[in-house]
């Protein structure tokens, strides 16, 4: 356990608020993999090495040299990571919770990636036959017709889904039950659906110190013999900032309880990384110091997590 600063006990979470302030939202993503399990070559394999049985696998890549699909998985997995980096976990069942707050952004961002991966599905199924083609030379003796799907069967293998719903609000549950068990059971919600956001919040929380703590570790005066740049700078990726830019995004849109300590290190966070940028950052030694000090100062008025 990693012991930071203790806020304040957060205030009691009114589940009108989440109800008003969030929704759930699922995505998923489809495609076809390219890959099949060759059988034959396996058993081969484990018979030519005097191996025991299903010690080895062979998977044929069917597609070895498709830039298309290529860019499909890619784009799926840019997706999922937008997906997770915009929201944040609600139940086991795939749906996560997303602010209204950041429903804007999210819905423009993961449109823009549907209607790409489907105009990327189209152009991959024009060329697919031929793409087919090309592979008997390369897989030489482990090509077989048989292994590659009709491009009809194949246009079901990709689909690019996205769904919301409503957070649903336990003082608007009408059953038909006596009082006292309808009490009980508005209860018995409430208590849920503060202990779904309350982990989400601590989902949220553990995000921003891994970032913090990597920020840290990158605006660092560098030790003799490490690897550093010109201006004497460690390694900094475009990642860092970017995904500070998106923490930022969940700081505020996330306080849907109107915490005022939750405000105070957004605010910190804000005054931070403005006008910060990644060349910034690699070219100024006295940036970098700046940073990191706001930085580690975020760190010890973090709440304490189970880390």
């Not at 923490?247 to 300590?261: F, K």
């Not at 940073?291 to 189970?306: E, F, G, R, V």
Request: with cysteine.
């Amino acid at each position: 356990m990693t012991n930071l600063a203790t806020l304040d006990q957060a205030p009691e979470i009114s589940t009108p608020s989440i109800s008003s302030s969030a929704m759930l939202v699922e995505h998923t993503c489809s495609k076809w993999t390219g890959r099949k399990k060759d059988k034959a070559a396996s058993t081969k394999v484990v018979a030519d090495n005097n191996a025991n049985k299903n010690t080895a696998t062979v998977n044929k890549v069917l597609l070895g040299d498709s830039p298309t699909l290529k860019a499909i998985h890619s784009l799926a997995g840019n997706a999922r990571n937008m997906h997770y980096a915009m929201t944040l976990p609600w139940n086991d069942l795939g749906h996560r919770m997303l602010t209204t707050q950041m429903y804007p952004r999210y819905h423009e961002v993961m449109t823009d990636m549907q209607n790409e991966f489907y105009r990327l599905k189209t152009e991959f199924l024009g060329v697919y036959d031929w793409e087919i083609g090309k592979e008997n030379a390369r897989l030489g003796d482990l090509w077989n017709a048989g292994d590659y799907p009709t491009t009809l069967s194949l246009h079901d293998k990709f689909e690019f889904r996205i769904s919301y719903e409503a957070i649903n609000d336990p003082n608007d549950f009408r059953v038909n039950v006596g009082e006292e068990q309808a009490a009980l059971l508005k209860e018995h919600m409430n208590k849920h659906h503060n202990a779904r956001f309350d982990g989400a919040m601590d989902n949220m929380w553990k995000r921003v110190h891994k970032l913090a703590v990597r920020m840290s570790e990158r605006l660092r005066v560098a030790e003799v013999g490490e690897k550093v740049s010109k201006t004497g700078a460690l390694p900094i990726h475009d990642s860092m900032v970017d995904e500070a830019m998106i923490i930022l995004d969940l700081l505020a849109a996330c306080n849907v309880t109107g915490d005022s300590q939750q405000e105070a290190i957004y605010k910190k966070f804000e005054d931070t990384m403005y006008g910060v940028t990644t060349d910034g950052l690699r070219m100024s030694s006295t940036l970098r110091a700046e940073t990191k000090a706001s930085i580690d100062d975020i760190i010890l008025n973090l709440p304490s997590l189970d880390l």
